[in-house]
């Protein structure tokens, strides 16, 4: 979908994607919850308190999250990836979640927006949203009636 | 009665058409329905509920009891809205409520007529013969407020989060000082004004603000904030709360179309909603004319409408002569003021008398006067109420006092005279009027000083210094209205008939004498009387009637303290329709719907979905017949004759890996993973701690410490949770990895007799081989398309089936591989059929309440794995002869049907059921119905005949047990 530079929902590609699970929360001492690391197209979202999440993990990712003991399982297929752009892009988010609060001090959080369960992640041009494929429909259905509603609260 | 408007301060000059009850009118841009209506002369504006009394205007604000409209009437009505809060639209239609078939002619209002019927109660004692129902027909039509709409084409409102340091609720003078102050102190400020404009009262409250008119003042301070960054939103009313998450609906015009909810969290919360004048009660103070002071006030400041000719006004405290001043030079004739107190002594009490207004002290209104509307009213002195007097009138202006109105905002309770928010919550405030302030000064300098509280609590508590709070930076105030000195009156003297027409509650109908009658049967709790009387019921939610009802329980009690309290109040604040309530989660977005990769495929190729938890699952397929039962016959006939195929992307998938994974799982299961071979796997039960089957599924080793584990699509979250639970309660077994792969995996079901070959086919050689060799619940892994397959064999069908898991991206190319081949698919209906000619369980069986006992599997229990539930299995009560047994059912006699869910008895005379039907279906296979049953123990044994009894569906069937497995129990078909 493309409404000029006031709203696109771009899906992300992907090539892997792991979940971590760290044994304890001495992982804290390495990365806080919340911590995001971005690096071209890969990603580490540590998204809730010892569970972190990798896309398209290169070099880097695995050496950050075995330093914390942790264990990985390859759940490719199971996220799917959204970037939203657009002047538009806050407000549609803000309809469904305070992101503002609920990312203040971290660079990702797991939350529910529109009842899907998502991991947000604000980039600097751009927020992504990874949710459960399951959920991607949804999702976006969701999110392409709140940005109509958007434009028509703007008229 | 028509007077000329004069200009009013929210008027435009375009001229508005808009129609009420048929008829046309014209007001103005800016109008709301009850000051477009008013300035046309109309005086009735609804009927009451119970009683169906003729009713006026009683305030100008969402408070209103009476004045209740219906917008748009038909299948998409919005029904009570106040109309002092509904902006009239070009062409607009509105509607008055409860009435029939016309406002001034309504059939119901025949029932006033027998009013001694229809006391307090009335419907837990009136109409006990020959029994409730009987009548509850008829009440349940007269009782309500306006009709629901049968439709709705309202859109989902555009919701809103806010983060804010401070909110203000109400832009009058004390929520403008607090904001402002909070602001200066660098807070972050949101104020929520329900008005479509800012100022309150100082849009008729003459005083000099900071150097100001009060009209100027609050432009400059709504400039001060706008460079603060201050967000100011108007036409949005706060409705409720929940912690500290504050929800606001802003609806436009008062309606619901392009309404916006807020839902605001915020660090503390300023409650400047003002007050709500209270009314006296008197005999018939419920007849149009009658109406609060302040309300004829705002008509005439912000509409300019005169509310009538010649007025009297009604009250107890000093401002009724301010007031009566004001609508003076507003061009209303004041007959006459009527002040209960003994005396009165202040200058502009003085200056009315000098120019001929009859100021009577120690008086008092027993009675308004008129058949349609107020003709005149009755006064006495209150130490001779006998000797009364007559003044000729045409409005009666009413003031018994104020309260506060912060109580709404809150869902509190509160006594009358008590201003402050009694049990307000910590983080919240109320300030200036609502915190009982009635001097402008110090409305202002409460409020000034509780946005500098707000502003430094939020930051201290979040760890940001302060700016410097300037300690000079007070606002001045020279005049304002003066001290009301108010000696509280809340009813005048009247007879114990006449208490009948005192009305409390004008909304309910609720009267002095409902109040005796409720407190002489003995309700003294207000929450009781409440539920008696309906006294606060209704949008009102007692805002213009539960102080002065507190205040008359108090006076019938003899002033008990605990009684002299007000209920609590509901939210929403003002009426709201469910679709603000709802937000996005309306129609088809009611909740999320989960697809699995093959969505599309079934939709396109006449899959009929349905909801399986939040997952859509093809149900059947439209080619192979009309209806579920008949194509799912065809579907299940189909596998057993040669194959079909399933989506069962939907089970929920969990890997488990890592050092004591193994071990974990032995502690989940009944049964032990690691006996599991890698690339076997085993059919598993897992329990709850209570000894009941919380889930079944198969567990697939995968390597050493490394499985998979599939359970049902209902429970999936269920034993994700289950499992991380008691990963995390051990520290045993903190290195155990937990991962949900449900979408990462997706499973396609082949079964029937030509599954393996059909698989060989399209899968090529490696895998023919693979196949050929492969045992009954072995699995093996390799790749299709470049992409990981694994192949399980297993079977939910009784036939050679297997499960593919495969990547979501192959899963339709190998789908429709495998219907090119003549594996035509099947819908759970199918499925359904499948499993109980077979006797496996789903969640029909697995309810929670069975034990693996209950189900024939205690040969599981028997192998002695320490378990989680294990222990209470032991339990005698899960042992007893009462206890169920699953067993299957044939019906006596072809042709003969039973359905799930029906009871079972042991003979036609025995009422108390032993058991019940789980599941049922007709076998194609066997053609014959067939079914599963939990029946106790003593009644289950093979040949047993029963009686399978629907009352739903008025059918009996007698039945015979069978052994669970009624199509091929030797599994041979499934082991071929």
Redesign the interface.
Known sequence: MNMGEQWRLETVTMVDCY???A??AAIANIMSPGYALIQGDQRLLHFAPQFVLTINQGAVAPLVVDAAEA?????????HGYRLHGSRAP?VL????????VL?GRDCAALSL???PVVLLPTPDSSEVWV????????E??LN??VQ??K??SQ | MKTPRRAGLRLGDRRINFRFDGRSYQGFAGDTAASALLAAGTRLFGRSVKYRRRRGLLSAGTEEPNGLLTVDPGPFCISNLPAPCLEIQEDMQLVSQNRWPTLRFDFAALIGLGGSLWTAGFYYKTFMWPSWHFYEGIVRRLAGLGAVASDAKLEPPWVEHIDCDVLVTGAGPAGLAAALAAARSGARVVVCEREPATGGELDFEDAVIDGHASPAWVRATIDQLKSHSVRILINTAVVGSSGKLVIAHCEPGGLAKDAIVYRIKCGALVIATGSIEQPIAFVDNDLPGVMLLQAAERYLARYGVRVGRDVVVFGCHDRLYVSARRLIRGGINVVAIVDTRPECKTVERTALEVSGVRCLTGHTVVAALGRHNVRCVRIAKLDTPDATQDIVCDSLLVSGGWTSDACAALHLATGPNQGLAAGAAEWSVAVGAANGMLELPAIISDGHQAGIDAAIRVQSSTGHKPLPVNPSSRIDVVGGDPPPRHQPFWRSPASRKEEKRQFVDLQNDVTVADLRQAFEQGFRDIEHVKRFTALGFGTEQGRTSAVVGAAILAELSGNDDKVARTSRRRPPFKPATLGLIAGHRQGLSLRPKRHTALQAWHVENGGEMEDAGLWQRPRYYHGNGADPVAASLVEAARVRESGGILDGSTLGKIEVAGAGAAAFLDRIYLTRASTISPGRSKYMLMLREDGMVLDDGIVMCLGPDHYLATVSTSHADHVLSHFEFYRDLAPVHRNVVIADLTEAWHVIAVAGPRSRDVLSQILGKFWREKLSGLAHMGFVTGRWEDQTLRVLRASFSGELAFELHCRASIAVPLFQALVNEDMLPYGTEALDVLRIEKGYLTSSELNGQTTPEDLGMESMVNLGNPCIGRALLDRPGLHRPQRPRLVGLRANGLGQSFAAGALITTTAEQNLSCGHVTSATFSPALGEWVGLALVARRHCHESTTLLARDPVRGRETTVRTVPPVHFDPSGKRMKS
Not at chain 1, 132 to 139: C, R
Request: proline residues 7%; charged residues 20%; glycine residues 6%.
């Open positions: 979940e971590w699970h044994p304890t264990t990985g399982i390859d759940v490719t297929g199971k996220w407000a803000a309809a469904g979640v305070p992101s503002e609060t203040s529109f009842d899907c459960p494929a399951s959920y991607a429909e949804s999702l259905s969701a009636k709140t509603r958007a028509q609260a």
